[in-house]
């Protein structure tokens, strides 16, 4: 069974610029997390979906981050216009079950963001 | 509310000596729990889960972990470390019905030879 996958692994880029990431889930998982995780911190929570839908998305800073799930399936998570403080490592995990109960998640390689 | 603390951002032990893991959590609900692993360039994995059914729990690679609810913890441990269990772990809390996950900060667990 292929895993989560992720793209680009690494990117780096200048403050200001903008910069998408890529993740394709587990086949049939319904549900879909962006995490971010800092160096030195545990991954925190960006936005959750189910199928196409946003189940959380209190944690995003809307004002730079935007995330969607086109047909339910890959998701793309974009920063515009970036800062600084957004480098981190961006995970993606995906699920069996949607809201309402907790499942294992299964987490991809994560993209390393470096901003200059 | 729901947060969760890991006692120790760093632990070292010997090769074959116990491994203790210590994680503390604070739910309004009845907490879903996880130990998850993060090897170095590797993805997330998970260890062990509780969800309300026995309190002790029995995870991968010999790791195990107890629900202790009068004490708001739920420890890792594992009789004898071995070296490939040097890696990054996190304890997780979750509740169905608040929607939230949180991860904790990390350990760091470190195997002298």
């Known amino acids: 069974e292929a895993g989560v996958a992720q793209s680009p692994r690494y990117k780096i880029i200048e403050k200001r610029q903008s910069v998408a990431f890529w993740c394709n889930p587990i086949?049939?998982?319904?549900?879909l997390y962006w995490y971010q995780q800092i160096l030195g911190q545990g991954p925190k929570l960006l936005i959750q979906?189910?199928?196409?839908?946003?189940?959380?998305d209190s944690q995003l800073p809307k004002d730079r981050f935007s995330a969607e799930r086109l047909k339910g399936v890959d998701s793309t998570l974009k920063i515009q216009p970036a800062k600084l403080e957004d480098s981190a490592v961006y995970l993606c995990a995906s699920s069996l079950v949607a809201a309402g109960g907790y499942n294992e998640q299964f987490f991809g390689p994560g993209t390393r963001l470096t901003v200059l | 509310a729901q947060s969760v603390t890991q006692l120790d951002s760093h632990v070292s032990v010997s090769e074959g000596t116990p491994v203790l893991l210590r994680c503390n959590y604070s739910?309004?609900?009845?907490?879903?729990l996880f130990w998850y692993v993060q090897h170095p360039n590797k993805g997330l994995q998970l260890l062990l889960k509780?969800?309300?059914?026995?309190?002790l729990v029995k995870g991968i690679n010999g790791f195990e972990a107890e629900f202790k609810k009068s004490e708001t913890s739920f420890h890792l441990t594992k009789p004898s470390a071995h070296m490939s269990d040097a890696a990054e772990y996190f304890c997780v809390v979750s509740h169905s019905s608040a929607s939230k996950i949180i991860f904790g900060s990390g350990t760091r667990l470190s195997i002298r030879p």
């Open positions: 086949s049939g998982h319904a549900t």
């Open positions: 979906f189910q199928n196409n839908g946003v189940v959380d």
């Open positions: 509780y969800t309300s059914a026995a309190t």
């Open positions: 739910s309004s609900y009845s907490p879903s």
